[in-house]
């Protein structure tokens, strides 16, 4: 079989379609962007640990409350946001000083052992849950946060 025909016989793993020569030329693996995205969207599922088909929100909501899990096995009283549309997902309350925490479903990069995912924020500490290690990554670590003394303090609750 020469080349060209090895090259034309290769199917999409996602349509189960033809690639097209051009693509495969390319070192394509899919038959076209769409199919590209939707391979690598199920490949950060499958590798996250997360099961298919549970929406993307309880995912967040999953991912949200193993940090605030292991924030409060580490002594820190934890807040979480009520609205959608907060500036942070967590506040960490140490004493009188506290953090603002922003957390996100991340995967480990299989090609490095790197952690992967949005790391934008506006928040004093981002937190990156791996759900299929069941681990939450802290950048920058959040004892060294607290070590900092930042000059956020709430007044006294007590009456």
Same mark, same amino acid.
């Given at each position: 079989?020469?080349?060209?025909?090895?090259? #034309?016989?290769?199917?999409?793993?996602?349509?189960?379609? !033809?690639?097209? =020569?051009?693509? *495969?030329?390319?070192?394509?693996? +899919?038959?076209?962007?769409?199919?590209?995205?939707?391979?690598?969207?199920?490949?950060?599922?499958?590798?996250?640990?997360?099961?298919?088909?549970?929406?993307?929100?309880?995912?967040?909501?999953?991912?949200?409350?193993?940090?605030?899990?292991?924030?409060?096995?580490?002594?820190?009283?934890?807040?979480?946001?009520? #609205?959608?549309?907060?500036?942070?997902?967590?506040?960490? !309350?140490?004493? =009188?000083?506290? *953090?603002?925490?922003?957390?996100? +479903?991340?995967?480990?990069?299989?090609?490095?052992?790197?952690?992967?995912?949005?790391?934008?924020?506006?928040?004093?500490?981002?937190?990156?849950?791996?759900?299929?290690?069941?681990?939450?990554?802290?950048?920058?670590?959040?004892?060294?946060?607290?070590?900092?003394?930042?000059?956020?303090?709430?007044?006294?609750? #007590?009456?």
């Amino acid at each position: 079989m020469s080349e060209a025909q090895s090259l #034309s016989a290769v199917v999409c793993p996602e349509c189960q379609t !033809l690639i097209p =020569e051009r693509r *495969l030329k390319q070192g394509a693996k +899919t038959c076209s962007k769409t199919c590209a995205t939707r391979r690598e969207k199920a490949l950060f599922y499958y590798s996250s640990g997360v099961v298919l088909g549970i929406p993307r929100s309880t995912v967040g909501a999953l991912s949200e409350l193993m940090v605030c899990v292991d924030l409060m096995r580490r002594g820190y009283h934890v807040f979480r946001a009520v #609205s959608y549309h907060c500036p942070c997902d967590l506040i960490v !309350l140490n004493e =009188e000083q506290f *953090l603002r925490v922003e957390v996100r +479903t991340v995967y480990r990069s299989k090609a490095n052992g790197k952690v992967v995912g949005n790391r934008s924020h506006r928040a004093d500490c981002w937190a990156g849950v791996l759900i299929a290690e069941n681990e939450v990554v802290y950048e920058p670590p959040i004892e060294t946060l607290f070590s900092l003394a930042l000059p956020r303090h709430f007044s006294s609750c #007590s009456a």
